[in-house]
Every structure is written in structure tokens, then in C-alpha cells.
């Protein structure tokens, strides 16, 4: 999206408008953004999850393609970008209803130019406003330290940041927190912040997004005010930087917060970064500054285990003053795996749902209600997946898989493959046939028989030491595969 903050609050209030606050409070607050692509036919709604799109999409279309009318003169369609998800999802692409006949005659076709931003610039350049506020948002109220649930796959990076915030980070700075969207990296960096305020009051603690910098510096650039923009960060007493993965690329942004890094470190200030990847998979990130990211520390946050994924949902529901029958946030945990934001993302769902059905907020209703999120965040496992295990666990080609080879070695392989082809990816047999080597059908089901055969007969396997029975052996496999 290259909207310009005007047009984006023009149209939230257009919204707002048509909804009614509360309603609009609900479904369009945090997390909701709308937005227009010079040249795009479409407004574009990016949501945390799929219910979000799902339920925004129908209950809300026409009051969107009405209000995007009214802000822009034209009739947009919607797209529905739901964050985290490969963009375009054009399945999800709602064609506007026909033009209402008692359309306001009055709405002017003001068509909305948007400033392109000039080559090299980050796109959501336009949105720079003159200083760039050292909280990225404002808001909303700072997460804190105490509010993170710590559970075995985000504890290492929990205590590294409590130890940050005791002892200046000493010989680990900078803290590079890695880890995907939704999983608390932001969440550590804002209680990170608040904590170093609270134990020091004096300490000038400087907080930015990654591409809040670059904005800054650009701006800074334009205008000759580099000596200022400096001043700001290299006399910061700390310095927090979230998501610096959208340095990848920027060779001039690159070089000035190498300045401004160094100047840091010298000083002993401690600098904390959070990333999407390791520094090291930083796409054209130079050698110079992913070495420094690599100077200190990287923690990584891994997706949470159900037991945390039960005990975070109870504390937001708590943080809410709501209660949740233990049976429901067990079938939320279940089910949605991936991130914390989504866990929030579903809780607040039901929440929502609740309220405006007036239904308790049972089993049932969360059934009902998460339907279609499960159904579209299920891991899908593809036939390549059940290659790559396979070939990984028996230490064989891709080719060998697939050649007319009928030797035990790879003919039993490639029959556990089609086995679990047929149990985990919903391919037809006629697809998997084709997968594995443009073998028919036929054959993908004897391989099934022969498969659900070895484990009713509680087979011994004789192809790979250390699983004493076939069914070892596929447990394992699936294992690998999530399933
Ligand atoms: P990221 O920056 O990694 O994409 P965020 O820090 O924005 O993710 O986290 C997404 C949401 O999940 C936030 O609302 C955050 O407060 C919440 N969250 C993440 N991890 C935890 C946790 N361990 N305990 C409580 N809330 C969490
Ligand atoms: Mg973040």
C-alpha cells in the first residue's frame, strides 16, 4: 500500500461513519488498515487473520466500496491482504455491487493523486511526517516485560532481554531478537524500552522501527538536516531498532546506521535489534553490518508449544476481564499454531463474537466462529514436503524416488511416500501417481494397501537401522511433516 495518511484517515472516518463507532471500534481498530495503490483499482484491507477478512468481507463490503466511493470518486473492488500471508491473495478479491441508484449525485469525483515517492525511496516514504516520533506506535500502550508469557520456545529470549535491561548489556550488545511475524519481537523491544525508562529515568531511550530510520535519514538527506538526525540517535543512551530485515537492500541507509552503531557501541550504549531472519540471511545486507549484528547476541523466538499457547491466551483474556471456559481456549490453542498474534487475533474474534451474537461464548460458538480461520491457517502439506522427508530420512535422490527402480531400497520408500501423500496432502491418487515418477493410479493404491498392510501386521522394518518397525519409521516421517 502507498496511501497517503490523509487519504487512509479520510477514509477510516468514512467508514467509522457508515458503521457507527463501536461497531467500527470492533472490527477496524488495531491491526485493520485500509489503503489504495496508485493505479490499483482496489481498496485494500490488510487484516491480522482470516476471520477478519471473512467477516469484514460479509458483513461490511458495501459499506467499504461505498466509502472508498465517496473518499475517492471511483468504485473500487476490495482486496483483502490478510499480514503474514504471501500477497495477492486474489481468491479473495470481492467485485463492488453495482452503483446504488440513490448514489449521492453530490459526491465528488475528486480522483485522489498520490505522490510517488522517488525511485530508491522506501514506498511508505510518503508517510513521513516531518520528525519521526521514537516510538513506532503511539497508540497503543507499551507492551511490557511482565506482560510476556514465557514458555521453552521464546524463554531465551525473555531472559536476554531482562538481562539487557539489568546490566546494559555488558558484553552481549547488540541483542538481535530473530524470529517470524507475530511471535513477540516487537512485544520484547517495547518492554525492553519501557524497563530501561523505568530504571532509568534519566536515560534517553530511543526507539524506532527500521524504516522509520530510513525515512529519517532520507528526509534528513533532502533537507540538510543530517547533523540533527545524527544528534538524535548517536546521543541516544540506548538504542532500539525494530525490524531491521527492511534494511536489506538500502546501501546508503546501511552505511549511516553503521555510523550510528559504532558511535553507540563506543559510547557502551546498549543496542537491541529484532529481525525476521538471521542477520546472516539478511538479503544484501553488507558484510560490515551484519558482522556487528553477529558482535553481541542473537536469540531466536520459536512459535509457542500448546501448554504456552493455552497460558497466553488466558492472560489476554484476563488482561480483558473476560472469561473463557477452559474447553475454549484449549480449542483455540489446538487449532491455531502458528503466532501469538494469531492466538490474539482468534481470541478477540470470539470475544467480538460474542458480544454481537449475544451468545456465550461456548464451544460451540467457537466452532462456529473459527471456522473458516482453522480452515485456511491448517498447515497444507504438498507433495514435496513428503519428498523431502522421505529423501531425507532414507538419505536418497528426488530422482531415485521417482526413477523405475524396483529395488527395496527405494521401492519401499516410495511406497511410504505414497502412503503418506494419500493420508496428509488431499491429492488424488491419479496426482500423486504423477508425482512420484508418472506411475498410475493403480499403483499409488497397492503402495497404500501394502503400507496399512505392514502396519496391521506390526511389520519389522529391515531398510534403516535404528527404527526397529515400519511404523517407526513412518512416525518419524511424520513427525517431519507436522502432521
Ligand atoms: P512480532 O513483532 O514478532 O511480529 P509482536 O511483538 O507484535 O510480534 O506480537 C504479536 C502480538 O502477540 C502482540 O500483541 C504481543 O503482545 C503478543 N505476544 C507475543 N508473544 C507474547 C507472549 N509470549 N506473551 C504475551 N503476548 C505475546
Ligand atoms: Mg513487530
Redesign the pocket.
Known amino acids: 500500500m502507498t496511501t497517503h495518511p490523509g487519504i487512509e484517515s479520510t477514509l477510516r472516518a468514512a467508514v467509522a461513519q457508515r458503521l457507527g463507532e463501536s461497531r467500527f471500534g470492533l472490527w477496524f481498530g488495531e491491526g485493520v488498515r485500509l489503503g489504495l495503490t496508485e493505479g490499483s483499482d482496489s481498496l485494500e484491507i490488510a487484516v491480522p487473520n482470516a476471520f477478519f477478512r471473512d467477516w469484514i468481507q460479509s458483513h461490511f463490503a458495501g459499506n467499504l466500496v461505498d466509502a472508498a466511493r465517496e473518499v475517492t470518486g471511483r468504485s473500487l473492488r476490495l482486496a483483502f491482504r490478510v499480514d503474514g500471508e504471501a500477497p495477492p491473495p486474489l481468491g479473495h478479491v470481492v467485485e463492488p455491487p453495482p452503483p446504488d441508484a440513490n448514489d449521492r449525485p453530490s459526491a465528488p469525483p475528486a480522483p485522489i493523486s498520490i505522490p510517488i515517492p522517488p525511485a530508491d525511496r522506501p514506498r511508505s516514504q510518503v508517510q513521513a511526517p516531518a520528525s519521526h516520533p521514537t516510538t513506532p506506535t503511539p497508540n497503543r500502550p507499551s ?1 511490557r516485560l511482565d ?5 521453552p520456545g ?1 524463554r531465551l529470549a ?1 531472559s536476554a532481554a531482562l538481562e539487557m535491561v539489568q546490566t546494559l548489556g555488558g558484553s552481549f550488545s547488540p541483542l538481535v ?1 530473530q ?12 518492554g525492553i524500552g519501557a524497563a530501561l525508562r523505568a530504571r532509568h529515568p534519566g536515560m534517553k531511550v530511543v526507539h524506532i522501527t527500521a524504516e522509520a530510520f530510513t525515512n529519517g535519514f532520507l528526509d534528513a538527506m533532502r533537507h540538510g538536516t543530517l547533523t540533527a538526525f545524527r544528534a538524535r540517535y548517536r546521543g541516544a543512551g540506548a538504542l532500539l531498532v ?2 531491521i530485515h527492511f534494511l536489506a537492500a538500502k546501501r546508503a541507509t546501511q552505511d549511516e546506521f553503521l555510523h550510528t552503531f559504532n558511535a553507540l557501541i563506543a559510547d557502551g550504549a546498549p543496542i537491541i535489534l ?1 529481525s ?1 531472519q538471521h542477520p546472516r540471511q539478511i538479503a544484501k545486507l553488507t558484510d560490515e553490518l551484519a558482522t556487528r549484528f553477529l558482535g553481541g547476541m542473537v536469540v531466536k ?1 520459536e512459535a ?1 508449544d500448546p501448554s ?1 499457547r493455552r ?2 491466551l488466558q ?2 483474556a484476563a488482561a480483558r476481564g473476560v472469561i473463557v471456559p477452559e474447553a475454549v481456549l484449549a480449542f483455540v490453542a489446538e487449532h491455531l499454531r502458528a ?3 494469531e ?2 487475533g482468534a481470541l478477540h474474534s470470539l470475544i467480538a463474537h460474542a458480544t454481537m451474537t449475544g451468545k456465550r461464548l461456548d464451544l460451540a460458538l467457537a466452532r462456529t466462529a473459527l471456522r473458516d480461520t482453522i480452515r485456511h491457517t491448517a498447515r497444507a502439506v504438498a507433495l514435496k514436503d513428503v519428498e523431502k522427508a522421505v529423501c531425507q530420512l532414507f538419505q536418497i535422490e528426488p530422482e531415485a524416488l521417482k526413477a523405475d527402480n524396483r529395488a527395496r531400497a527405494v521401492a519401499y520408500p516410495r511406497m511410504l511416500a505414497m502412503y503418506l501423500a494419500r493420508k496428509h496432502t488431499g491429492a488424488a491418487y491419479s496426482e500423486i501417481g504423477r508425482f512420484f515418477g508418472g506411475r498410475n493410479h493403480s499403483t499409488v493404491i497397492s503402495a497404500e494397501k501394502k503400507v496399512l498392510g505392514w502396519i496391521k501386521d506390526e511389520a519389522r522394518n529391515g531398510l534403516l537401522a535404528g527404527f526397529e518397525m515400519m511404523s517407526d519409521l513412518l512416525n518419524a516421517l511424520e513427525r517431519t511433516l507436522g502432521a
Open positions: 507492551r506482560d510476556f508469557v514465557v514458555g521464546n525473555h531478537i524470529g517470524g511475524v507475530g511471535l513477540g519481537k516487537t512485544h520484547l523491544l517495547e525494530d525490524d529484532t525476521d523466538l509457542p504456552t497460558a497466553i492472560a489476554k503466532s501469538v498474534r492466538l490474539e
